[in-house]
């Protein structure tokens, strides 16, 4: 079942670089979906989609304003990832054997307590406080057991042919 990201706070000035990495992350690691609440940034937007049309897949990146009726009116099951959760290899397996939609919560700077108990699940990447981008990264990295790393992105027009040195980069046209 697909997984969206929600990111709680997003401010365009202080946060720009980390919520784009941080939806950078949910699609490459194979996220389907990202939401973000806080102020609404066109730059944010454009710069996913930009990527999406060059590199492919189907992720998307959309604003909410309110990120509690997004959660409230989600349909499937509700992860939050905080520091203060419990460890999540103890809880993964359950999550996955779920099959609801899930959404995983990320927070900003400041998470309400609310999050908390509209969560199904609260969730650590260990309780050391990290970074938003490296705990969703190994939380879906864990979920979905490494096989996210072979993940095909279809429609790119671009694509990394591996090297042992220096960049290449083929265009692919369409046929
Ligand atoms: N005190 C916050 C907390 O509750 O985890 C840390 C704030 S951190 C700047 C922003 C976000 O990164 C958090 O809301 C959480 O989603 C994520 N995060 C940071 N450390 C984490 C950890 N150890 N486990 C899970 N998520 C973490």
């Avoid at 939050?80 to 927070?107: N, Q, W």
Wanted: aromatic share 10%; proline share 4%.
């Amino acid at each position: 079942m697909g997984i969206t990201v929600l990111r709680l706070g997003h401010r365009p000035i202080r946060d720009k670089r980390v919520t784009t990495h941080l939806f950078l992350a949910a699609r490459a690691f194979g996220a389907d979906r990202g939401i973000y609440s806080g102020v609404k940034d066109r730059g944010l937007e454009e710069t996913l989609a930009r990527v999406c049309l060059e590199w492919g897949g189907s992720f998307r990146v959309e604003y909410a304003e309110s990120w509690r009726k997004v959660v409230k009116e989600w349909s499937g099951k509700v992860v939050h990832l905080t520091m203060y959760g419990v460890p999540f290899r103890d809880v993964i397996p359950a999550i996955r054997d779920d099959s609801a939609e899930k959404l995983i919560i990320v927070g900003g700077e400041k998470v309400p307590s609310e999050a908390y108990s509209l969560a199904d699940w609260n969730v650590s990447v260990t309780s050391q406080p990290h970074s938003e981008v490296s705990a969703l990264a190994l939380f879906l990295h864990e979920y979905f057991e490494g096989q996210e790393l072979d993940k095909k992105f279809d429609g790119a027009r671009l694509r990394v042919v591996p090297q042992e040195r220096g960049k290449k980069v083929v265009t692919i046209t369409s046929p």
